[in-house]
Nanobody, 128 residues
Framework: QVQLVESGGGLVQAGASLRLSCAAS????????MGWFRQAPGKEREFVAA????????FYADSVKGRFTISRDSAKNTVALQMNSLKSEDTAVYYC?????????????????????WGQGTQVTVSS
């Protein structure tokens, strides 16, 4: 059984940093790419960042590019999202997701429907 568990969310002031972590278990195939999505109240879930299975390529939404960094430790089956210079508009529930893929296409990683497994989410609140 695949399980993704996020941690690291919280309440911070604008300009601060947070580091989210996602621990994956049950992913028997090492070909999984990992992604982060977020959903704010009243809004649709949106893509934040993704990383290929090998970790050689990363993808970011324009709204977080230059502020957020995704990384993975395949040996530990974890993926992290370092979030710097947080803004009030970053407030949302952040979800970790996994998909089987070897693609280099940004579009495929940005589409939530392509991900097979999801975590329960962790709340990030940025006060202005």
């Amino acid at each position: 059984q695949v399980q993704l568990v996020e941690s690291g969310g919280g309440l911070v002031q604008a300009g601060a940093s947070l580091r989210l972590s996602c621990a994956a278990s049950g992913l028997t195939d090492s070909s999984y790419a990992m992604g982060w999505f977020r959903q704010a109240p009243g809004k649709e879930r949106e893509f934040v960042a993704a990383i290929r299975r090998s970790g050689d390529t990363t993808f970011y939404a324009d709204s977080v590019k230059g502020r957020f960094t995704i990384s993975r430790d395949s040996a530990k089956n974890t993926v992290a999202l370092q979030m710097n210079s947080l803004k009030s508009e970053d407030t949302a529930v952040y979800y970790c997701a996994a998909r089987l893929s070897s693609s280099y296409s940004y579009i495929t990683y940005a589409y939530a429907g392509n991900y097979a497994y999801w975590g329960q989410g962790t709340q990030v609140t940025v006060s202005s």
